[in-house]
Nanobody
Framework: QLQLVESGGGLVQPGGSLRLSCTGS????????VGWFRQAPGKEREAVSC????????NFADSVKGRFTLSRDNAKNTVYLQMDMLKPDKTAVYYC????????????????????WGQGTQVTVSS
């Protein structure tokens, strides 16, 4: 069964950090683009970032550039989203997804191009 599982969410104070993990089951993440998205209550799902395959291309939403980074551990079949200097407006459920698309600095990250989604992990930024 193909599955993506996110973990690492929780409560963090403004200015703090969290590292989210996306682990694949039945799917090798290093062969696919992996995207991260978030959805706040009452809002549409929005793109956060994506990580390409072996070339390691990345793309980030303007609101997180310079504060979020991506990495991959192929031995663990896991992609990480490191989130630093978090702000309260980043409170949301964060999802990872497998993409049938290209990831690059000038390529929009469209949820419709991602076909396998995890269940999400809650991130709450609050004092």
């Amino acid at each position: 069964q193909l599955q993506l599982v996110e973990s690492g969410g929780g409560l963090v104070q403004p200015g703090g950090s969290l590292r989210l993990s996306c682990t694949g089951s039945g799917v090798l993440l290093d062969r696919h683009v992996v995207g991260w998205f978030r959805q706040a209550p009452g809002k549409e799902r929005e793109a956060v970032s994506c990580l390409g395959t072996s070339g390691g291309r990345t793309n980030f939403a303007d609101s997180v550039k310079g504060r979020f980074t991506l990495s991959r551990d192929n031995a663990k079949n896991t992609v990480y989203l490191q989130m630093d200097m978090l702000k309260p407006d980043k409170t949301a459920v964060y999802y990872c997804a497998r993409g049938s698309t290209f990831c690059g600095a000038s390529v929009p990250i469209r949820p419709s191009r991602y076909d396998l989604w995890g269940q999400g992990t809650q991130v709450t930024v609050s004092s």
